[in-house]
T-cell receptor, first 112, second 115 residues
Framework: QKEVEQDPGPLSVPEGAIVSLNCTYSNSAFQYFMWYRQYSRKGPELLMYTYSSGNKEDGRFTAQVDKSSKYISLFIRDSQPSDSATYLCAMKRPGNTGKLIFGQGTTLQVKP | EAGVVQSPRYKIIEKKQPVAFWCNPISGHNTLYWYLQNLGQGPELLIRYENEEAVDDSQLPKDRFSAERLKGVDSTLKIQPAELGDSAVYLC?????????????FGEGSRLTVL
């Protein structure tokens, strides 16, 4: 079993829809949770960062972490065609020795 | 400010041939990472450098892969000899440090096809 599981999709939604992307994980030591966005043939870029449990909002994006369930989510409101990309969850243990573990990514397509 | 620069962007080689990828991190970033990304998968760490020291290379297949980061700036990742299964995107990333909140900045990747 992988440490981080993510539904690969693809996920196709109409413009303006609310999108929910999710990851589950097995390592309870993870404390730092991130969402990266990767456009086709580009490198990933950091979208959201959350420490421990709770919610974080940034514009149309909301990240949620539920450590008790080992489950994290990214919500995109009013989705736009420019949001079409692969979304990678990533997580890390505390300390300099903890490496970032990525999910396999969910491909999202927002249709105009 | 320039981002992480990688070259070449694309490389096609025959199996058993050698190949090398180059990475120039963001200026001032002490930590440099090489990741492997297979099609439809998330990036997987191959090696992490703190300045010029390789501090995590547990996932680097050392029989055919090697890496170096001379003078703690640019880095080179080499594969010799390449195998069909090495076809993937090789991503370089850098961060100011490897602390908990250290954001990773990725290059656009080097896409390798082994025939």
């Amino acid at each position: 079993q992988k440490e981080v599981e993510q539904d690969p999709g693809p996920l196709s939604v109409p413009e303006g829809a609310i999108v929910s992307l999710n990851c589950t994980y097995s390592n309870s030591a993870f404390q730092y949770f991130m969402w990266y966005r990767q456009y086709s043939r580009k490198g990933p870029e950091l979208l959201m960062y959350t420490y421990s449990s709770g919610n974080k909002e940034d514009g149309r994006f909301t990240a949620q972490v539920d450590k008790s369930s080992k489950y994290i989510s990214l919500f995109i409101r009013d989705s736009q065609p420019s949001d079409s990309a692969t979304y990678l969850c990533a997580m890390k243990r505390p300390g300099n020795t903890g490496k970032l573990i990525f999910g396999q990514g969910t491909t999202l397509q927002v249709k105009p | 400010e320039a981002g992480v620069v990688q070259s070449p962007r694309y490389k096609i080689i025959e199996k058993k041939q050698p190949v090398a990828f180059w990475c120039n991190p963001i200026s001032g970033h002490n930590t440099l990472y090489w990741y492997l990304q297979n099609l439809g998968q998330g990036p997987e760490l191959l090696i992490r450098y703190e300045n010029e020291e390789a501090v995590d290379d547990s996932q680097l297949p050392k029989d055919r892969f090697s890496a170096e980061r001379l003078k703690g700036v640019d880095s080179t990742l080499k594969i010799q000899p390449a195998e069909l299964g090495d076809s993937a995107v090789y991503l370089c990333a850098s961060s100011f440090d490897s602390s908990n909140t250290g954001e990773l900045f990725f290059g656009e990747g080097s896409r390798l096809t082994v025939l």
